[in-house]
């Protein structure tokens, strides 16, 4: 129960350390790294940008540059795609600076994006992702990142922390306090 | 000595569990979470169902695959080459459906021959 050690975080080994591996003597492997990572790290900007133009610009960077970074790449204790990922950070950092102010464009569009063979279940839950995508909205950068990754790209504590340069302990606050922001937000 | 774990990293024990499809009530049990940290558990559940896979445009991806591609010397670096080559074949047959207009025209207009006969 609660006195229970918390099991290690971390993957015993980098599931996609193969594929790296193999990339890094001969790039066309790059593509298996690029197939499996770029919805996902489109999901990230997407959700952090709000705008599928700039979204598809953060993506295409970022794989432009993992792909000329990757012979520097060495697996130095965390994974493959928290180094992918903390690539993506930088370029959406970039691109937030560029636009000048945190979030402009509303995340509505994502909603218009959801496919359902129930239309009327499909509704219901648009209308749950839209509450969830405006309290999502209102929180600050630091806890929206958290959730996205978390939630969106399914990165653990200590792979966050690597994208965020924060340590492991400090993403689980932040991923604390998101989910009791959002969870009072949404009961206003 | 075995540290307590806190309650920040209880809950994120609990959304492992979530994330890994249990539901909010046995995930937050299974970790012994604290009474009032439970509604959080179910946010997070929530968080779960509302972001579904974002998934690229085909035309984005046969962009971006065709510039790794290229840098990379591979063309299987895409999920779907036949996309790019479909492209590629429309484009071309665009091209030529165009040149092939042009010289039809060009041939119709007896301007255009008659000033290359006088070449």
């Known amino acids: 129960m609660s006195g229970e050690p918390l099991r290690e975080a971390r993957p015993a080994t980098d599931p996609d350390l193969a594929d790296v591996l193999a990339a890094q003597r001969d790039r066309a492997a790059f593509g298996r790294l690029y197939r499996r990572y770029v919805d996902r790290v489109y999901g990230y900007a997407f959700y952090l940008l709000g705008d599928h133009h700039d979204a598809e ?21 965390s994974t493959f795609r928290a180094w992918l990922f903390r690539i993506a950070h930088n370029q959406l950092a970039n691109a937030l600076r560029a636009r000048g102010r945190q979030q402009e464009a509303s995340l509505d569009a994502v909603v218009e994006q959801a496919t359902d063979d129930d239309p009327a279940g499909a509704l219901g839950r648009a209308e749950d992702r ?34 965020l340069d924060r340590s492991e302990g400090a993403v689980r606050v932040l991923q604390h306090r998101a989910l009791r922001d959002l969870a009072a937000i949404l009961e206003r | 000595m075995t540290s307590q774990p806190t309650r920040a990293e209880r809950l994120d024990r609990a959304v492992d569990e979530v994330l890994d499809g249990v539901t909010p009530g046995i995930a937050a049990a299974s ?19 509302a972001f579904e896979a974002t998934l690229v445009a085909p035309r984005f991806e046969a962009r971006l695959g065709a510039r790794l591609a290229g840098a990379t010397g591979s063309p299987w670096i895409l999920r779907h080459p036949g996309r790019l080559i479909v492209t590629g074949a429309v484009g071309s047959a665009v091209g030529v459906g165009v040149t092939a207009y042009a010289v039809w025209r060009s041939s119709r207009r007896p301007g255009v021959a008659v000033r290359l006969a006088h070449r």
């Open chain 1, 130 to 163: 839209r509450r969830l995508q405006r309290a999502l909205e209102e929180l600050p950068e630091d806890r929206r990142q958290v959730v996205v990754l978390r939630f969106v790209d399914g990165l653990s504590a200590r792979e966050i922390g690597a994208v």
């Open chain 2, 31 to 49: 970790v012994g979470l604290d009474q009032s940290d439970r509604p959080l558990v179910r946010t997070a559940a929530s968080l779960r169902g």
């Open chain 1, 57 to 77: 610009d953060a993506t295409e960077r970022t794989f432009l540059a993992a792909l000329a970074a990757l012979e520097r790449y060495r697996d130095t204790g």
